[in-house]
Structures are given as C-alpha cells and as structure tokens.
C-alpha cells in the first residue's frame, strides 16, 4: 500500500463546474495536509494546506480532511481552464528524529474544457 | 519575498559524467529539501538539511548521490557519476519549521533543474 494515493486521472470536468479530486493516506499520525498544483513543466505550487477535520475555504478552493477515514479531498468550484494542471496531495509524516517529512502521492491530473 | 531559486534551469549530459545542482533557499528558512520528479510521478524526497545539519538522507543513493549545505543557506546536490535513470527535475524546496514542531511546515519549491543523461 503507498503512503499516499492519488487517481492519476484524468479528471474531465466542464467549465464551471465543480472538480473533486480526492486522496487517502496510511499513517495515522499524519497531523499536516497539503494540495499542490503543478502545472506542466512547472514546479508544485502550495495551494492549500490543512490539519483538523473538516473544511477550510479559500477562494474557489476547499479542503477536506477526515483523520477517521484518512481521508484528504480538494474540491474547486467554478472550474475553470486554467485550473487545468496536476493537483498533488502531500502528507506530513513524523520521522523519529522527531522532523517531518512529506510524502506525495503520484497526482491527479485535472482537464478542464471550455 | 524572493522565493527558492535554482540553477542550472537545464542540464544534458551523457551517462558516466558528473553534474551539480544549485539551490538558494527563501530568506531565513531552516530547513532545506532535494526532491527528485521523475515524469508522472510525484517528487520523491533525496535529503533534507535542518540548517546545515542532514535530517534524512534514507533515499539518497549514496553511491552517485552527495548533497551540501554550507553555512546553513545554500545548497548543491551532486550525481558522480550519472545514469540514465538519473533523468529527471531535480526541486529544491525550503520551509520554515524546525524540530519539534507537529503541525504545519509548508514547503516552497524552486523552479526545479530539469536533468537529461544521455
């Protein structure tokens, strides 16, 4: 089982329209969350992070996280093409140095048509 | 703020040859990160430098594979000698989090090195 997984996608929306891309993961002492998008040829770009359950709202963008079902999802409202790239979610793992290290799943790739 | 910066942007070099990878991280960030991205993959972490100290060098190939941070602000990683497999975009990322701390620890990635071994 990978630490972190992703759907590699892609995922088609329309314009507009809501995009949900979803992401589990294995450690449960994982207490940070992260959504980066990369859009081709281009290096991950922070666009949301997370620690407690629930929603967190910026913009068009929310973030869900769920610890009981280790479970991370971004959804993006209003979707539009520029949203179009590869979405990565990364997890804070505890290593026993007593640092963090992030681990990311492989991407979702996002199409969004016009 | 002037965020993580890389060089070279490219590199092409045959296999059996030697490169080095520069990194500046964002003013006054402790901690210091080499991600190798190979093509439909998310970026995988090398090492990671807490100031000028190695935190985690598990999945550096430590054979080929040396990294440095000086005086706890810049950074190279080094391939002696290059294989095919090394093909990749090498990313610097830095972040603001030191020991200790549970929650948080947003990275920042540079422009990354874009590495093709021939």
């Known amino acids: 089982q990978k630490e972190v997984e992703q759907n590699s996608g892609p995922l088609s929306v329309p314009e507009g329209a809501i995009a949900s891309l979803n992401c589990t993961y294995s450690?449960?002492?994982?207490?940070?969350f992260f959504w980066y998008r990369q859009y081709s040829g281009k290096s991950p770009e922070l666009i949301m992070s997370?620690?407690?359950?629930g929603d967190k709202e910026d913009g068009r963008f929310t973030a869900q996280l769920n610890k009981a079902s280790q479970y991370v999802s971004l959804l993006i409202r209003d979707s539009q093409p520029s949203d179009s790239a590869t979405y990565l979610c990364?997890?804070?793992?505890?290593?026993?140095?007593?640092?963090?290290?992030?681990?990311f799943g492989t991407g979702t790739r996002l199409l969004v048509s016009p | 703020e002037a965020g993580v910066a890389q060089s070279p942007r490219y590199k092409i070099i045959e296999k059996r040859q030697s490169v080095a990878f520069w990194c500046n991280p964002i003013?006054?960030?402790?901690?210091l990160y080499w991600y190798q991205q190979i093509l439909g993959q998310g970026p995988k972490l090398l090492i990671q430098?807490?100031?000028?100290?190695?935190?985690?060098d598990s999945q550096l190939p430590k054979d080929r594979f040396s990294a440095e941070r000086l005086k706890g602000v810049d950074s190279t990683l080094k391939i002696q000698p290059a294989k095919l497999e090394d093909s990749a975009v090498y990313l610097c990322?830095?972040?603001?989090?030191?020991?200790?701390?549970?929650?948080?620890?947003?990275?920042?990635f540079g422009p990354g090195t874009r590495l093709t071994v021939l």
């Open positions: 430098f807490q100031n000028n100290g190695v935190v985690d």
């Open positions: 450690d449960r002492g994982s207490q940070s």
């Open positions: 003013s006054g960030h402790a901690t």
């Open positions: 990322a830095s972040s603001l989090v030191t020991s200790g701390v549970t929650i948080g620890n947003e990275q920042f």
């Open positions: 997370i620690y407690s359950n």
């Open positions: 990364a997890v804070n793992r505890r290593m026993n140095t007593g640092f963090q290290k992030l681990v």
